[in-house]
């Protein structure tokens, strides 16, 4: 639809290289509009709905939706904000770091929610001794996992380590599979191996 609009607005002259440009940068960009702009617009509607693990906290939610609006403006109209010349630019970049920083925010802001439903589903698994707080942590936060990985003593245990923070994340108990299943069982195994590769 691009390329055939951006051809009739050349008046049908050089259409191939027309549907080529416009498809490039249509490419170029697609990682920012529209999964950007929809992803801020999805949290403010999750702000605004509340959800088990996301209080309804409507000021925000709407905020997120007027923003991830009115950043989609001025990424679409960045030529006429910019008066088409130099400041068109700086403005699609102001357009892209606002939103990654406010989507930044929002993860930040529901993340420590999110932490706390973690802990309790591995709390009987940290109990039974399958993993410990240390892991638990290093799978949450940044600082932790990263001190987690540090200060492993050589590199094959570091590797090991990132092994074992991703066999903890994406164990069937985590995805709320907490019965004693052979999945649940082969999990809770691998992850005594890589501690073991871990040291």
Not at 4 to 27: E, K, L
Not at 123 to 131: F, I, L, M, S, Y
Request: with cysteine; net charge positive; hydrophobic share 45%.
């Amino acid at each position: 639809m691009y390329a055939a609009n951006s051809t009739a607005r050349a008046f049908g002259t050089d259409p191939v290289g027309q549907a080529v440009q416009m498809s490039f940068t249509r490419i170029a960009v697609s990682f920012v509009s529209p999964p950007l702009f929809s992803a801020l617009v999805c949290t403010g509607v999750i702000y605004i709905i509340g959800t088990a693990a996301q209080p309804r906290r409507i000021g925000r939610g709407l905020a997120f939706v007027l923003l991830g609006m009115i950043l989609h403006f001025t990424w679409d109209d960045a030529t006429g904000l910019g008066m088409g010349g130099i400041l068109t630019f700086p403005v699609m970049i102001g357009s892209i770091v606002l939103g990654f920083t406010m989507l930044t925010i929002a993860f930040r802001r529901a993340a420590p929610r999110e932490y706390e439903f973690v802990r309790d589903i591995l709390a009987p698994e940290v109990e039974a001794g399958t993993v410990t707080d240390a892991e638990v942590d290093g799978i949450l936060e940044n600082k932790a996992r990263k001190a987690f990985v540090k200060s492993a003593p050589h590199h094959t245990s570091r590797r090991a380590r990132k092994h074992l923070r991703r066999a903890i994340s994406t164990s069937p108990t985590i995805r709320g599979k907490a019965a004693d299943t052979e999945a649940v069982r082969h999990s809770r195994s691998e992850v005594e191996r890589l501690r073991v590769k871990a040291g």
